[in-house]
């Protein structure tokens, strides 16, 4: 099953008892922390949870073999969820 954000803010605020706006408000916020963080190239670490790490693919410049033509690709920063070991252990079961 595929969640789209207005069905996770559903489930989220019945799960804590908020009104929707009020989640929306906090999944916004925490995007925002997440946005900072990958840009700065930091680690968010949620203890029992995993951690998000950013990395940062430079820019790069490609040349077409065929016709010559060269292309500038912009730097890329991702970032990759690495699960706790309680939470691996807790999904296993």
């Known amino acids: 099953m595929k969640l789209d954000n207005k069905a996770f803010i559903s ?3 019945k799960r ?3 009104e929707p706006a009020e989640v929306t408000t906090l ?5 925002v ?3 900072e963080a990958g840009s700065e190239l930091d680690s968010i670490a ?11 693919t430079e820019e790069r410049v490609i040349t077409d073999e065929t016709s010559g033509e060269r292309k500038l690709y912009p730097p890329v920063i991702s970032m990759e ?3 706790s070991i309680v939470l691996r252990k807790k999904l296993a079961r």
Request: hydrophobic share 35%; proline share 7%.
């Open 11 to 13: 489930r989220l605020s």
């Open 16 to 18: 804590l008892n908020r």
């Open 33 to 35: 922390i997440f946005r």
């Open 81 to 83: 969820f690495q699960p």
């Open 27 to 31: 999944v916004d916020g925490l995007s």
């Open 46 to 56: 949620v203890p029992g949870f995993g951690t998000f790490k950013s990395s940062k």
